[in-house]
T-cell receptor, first 115, second 115 residues
Framework: DTGVSQNPRHKITKRGQNVTFRCDPI?????LYWYRQTLGQGPEFLTY????????KSRLLSDRFSAERPKGSFSTLEIQRTEQGDSAMYLC?????????????FGPGTRLTVL | AQSVTQPDIHITVSEGASLELRCNYS??????LFWYVQSPGQGLQLLLK??????LVQGIKGFEAEFKRSQSSFNLRKPSVHWSDAAEYFC?????????????FGGGTRVLVKP
């Protein structure tokens, strides 16, 4: 296993279009996170899954955003009716949540540009 | 709610010189602290972490960090910087396992290395 992968790496879209990103975590990891990083800022938490259950959503995640992890493996993040303010790097991370605290492993991110 | 402050947005250091990056955190419980590095176009790579025990922790690439509870700080250091250390560095605090182990990041410090 080569780590967390994200596709596409770059996405350019026009305002008002819908976009979907995919994250494939490390195979045995049961917890998956989404973060958003705008230019010049640190990543901000959006949401996370334990297996297929979405356990928490940040207030940053407006109604236009939806995330799924249907079989507890890969996850998708969809943004409907994109706005210019959605332009950012979207990062996915995964970890094996167990009895001890385990680090999160990050993917390379999907950079979204909304024109 | 937890927060992380990295007071220095940019730091320029000469190759071979020492480096110290500052990080202050706010968290109501025992903090789980991390330093990540991000190179251009790359995801986040974990440099080191502190959960408990010895307050001086060693990481990869010759980095170390010291946890000072009285100052709510977790500063990152490297005795001799290499040109390849030019990158952006993020300090983060993690919530408890029960709260989802979510990460809150600082705004980052960009390190430039002069030859």
């Amino acid at each position: 296993d080569t780590g967390v992968s994200q596709n596409p790496r770059h996405k350019i879209t026009k305002r008002g279009q819908n976009v979907t990103f995919r994250c494939d975590p490390i195979s045995e990891h049961n917890r998956l996170y989404w973060y958003r990083q705008t230019l010049g800022q640190g990543p901000e938490f959006l949401t996370y899954f334990q297996n297929e259950a979405q356990l928490e959503k940040s207030r940053l995640l407006s109604d236009r955003f939806s995330a799924e992890r249907p079989k507890g493996s890969f996850s998708t993040l969809e943004i409907q009716r994109t706005e210019q303010g959605d332009s950012a790097m979207y990062l996915c991370a995964s970890t094996l949540a167990g009895s001890s605290y385990n680090e999160q492993f990050f993917g390379p991110g999907t950079r979204l540009t909304v024109l | 709610a937890q927060s992380v402050t990295q007071p220095d947005i940019h730091i320029t250091v000469s190759e071979g010189a020492s480096l110290e990056l500052r990080c202050n955190y706010s968290y109501g419980a025992t903090p789980y602290l991390f330093w990540y590095v991000q190179s251009p176009g790359q995801g986040l790579q974990l440099l080191l972490k502190y959960f408990s025990g010895d307050t001086l922790v060693q990481g990869i690439k010759g980095f170390e960090a010291e946890f000072k509870r009285s100052q709510s700080s977790f500063n990152l250091r490297k005795p001799s910087v290499h040109w390849s250390d030019a990158a952006e560095y993020f300090c983060a605090v993690g919530t408890s396992k029960a709260a989802g182990n979510k990460l809150t990041f600082g705004g980052g410090t960009r390190v430039l290395v002069k030859p």
